[in-house]
């Protein structure tokens, strides 16, 4: 099964930019699907991003056109490329793959 350590978060103002880093261990992120969720506090986990085996990638509707994912085979890593951050992206990002692993999350605080 494999493993997954992310790392990347932080606090950033409004405006600003931030690269989430998720590195998988055990299996080669281009044999499952990649998937980036993040949780706010008092809501349910959401989907930010996806990048499919068949390197598809989907977005939610609240990130299109200010959030990419991507994969670095050499560092077997998948990353969540954030730019223009709105206090509203504020959350517990979380990494997770097709055969059930998450990783333990790393925080996204914007604020000013």
């Known amino acids: 099964q494999v493993q997954l350590v992310e790392s990347g978060g932080g606090l950033v103002q409004p405006g600003g930019s931030l690269r989430l880093s998720c590195a998988a261990s055990g299996r080669s992120i281009f044999s499952i699907d990649v998937m980036w969720y993040r949780q706010a506090p008092g809501k349910q986990r959401e989907l930010v991003a996806v990048?499919?085996?068949?390197?598809?990638?989907t977005y939610a509707d609240s990130v299109k056109g200010r959030f990419t994912i991507s994969r670095d085979g050499a560092k077997n890593t998948v990353y969540l490329h954030m730019k223009s951050l709105k206090p509203e992206d504020t959350a517990a990002y979380y990494c997770?793959?097709?055969?059930?692993?998450w990783g333990q999350g790393t925080q996204v605080t914007v604020s000013s």
């Open positions: 997770h793959t097709t055969d059930g692993t």
């Open positions: 990048v499919s085996r068949s390197s598809i990638t």
